[in-house]
């Protein structure tokens, strides 16, 4: 009976994030884009807003990506994703971006949160937006780094030279579980 109940409502929450996407969809190619810019923006200035010398470390970076993340999960499944945008610091080049993931465990609810990274070589940069990642398993915390000292700070390490901050609506968090997560070029938009 209960999981009977539970069943129902992640068919619900499943049926509201397709609607949702369908009415998203109905805008322009050129509104889409503009969309994930201005949420870039606000992401960004999320994050410099709660780590100031993220503003330094973006900035000094070869490039960077910001995506915006809604997850719902219901009992043992899991499930979400998000649209954003990597940008080429040297070049200004925009690269549009999807995001999915799947999880497995005990919850339930529905998370919102924003994920920037940070890249500090060209070649983190390009493996990044020109192939996507696919991520399992938990990233380790790593505050800082000895070539850049503080302006990580609040930062968790992913790869090499790639940093990641990210938000929840009760600001950064300290240690970040990566799991079941896949970064893709939305062909959509690029």
Do not use: C, H
Not at 6 to 25: H, P, Q
Not at 165 to 176: H, P
């Amino acid at each position: 009976m209960r999981f009977n109940i539970l069943t129902k409502i992640f068919t619900l929450l499943i049926v509201l994030l397709g609607m949702t996407g369908a009415v998203v969809s109905a805008a322009t190619v050129e509104e889409k884009r503009q969309a994930i810019r201005e949420a870039t923006q606000e992401t960004l200035n999320e994050v410099y807003s709660v780590q100031p010398k993220a503003r330094d470390a973006v900035a000094n970076a070869a490039g960077y990506a910001a995506f915006a993340i809604t997850d719902v999960k219901v009992v043992f499944l899991g499930g979400g994703g998000g649209k954003g945008m990597s940008v080429n610091n040297r070049t200004g080049q925009e690269i549009f971006m999807k995001t999915s993931d799947v999880q497995v465990g005990f919850g339930l609810g529905i998370k919102k949160y924003k994920v920037l990274f940070v890249f500090g070589t060209e070649k983190a940069f390009a493996d990044f937006a020109d192939s996507g990642w696919e991520f399992g398993g938990q990233a380790t915390v790593a505050a800082t780094d000895s070539v850049s000292g503080d302006s990580l700070q609040g930062a968790v390490s992913v790869a090499p030279d790639v940093w990641m901050y990210q938000l929840t609506d009760k600001g950064l968090e300290a240690s970040i579980t990566v799991r079941g997560i896949r970064y893709f070029k939305d062909n959509d938009l690029n």
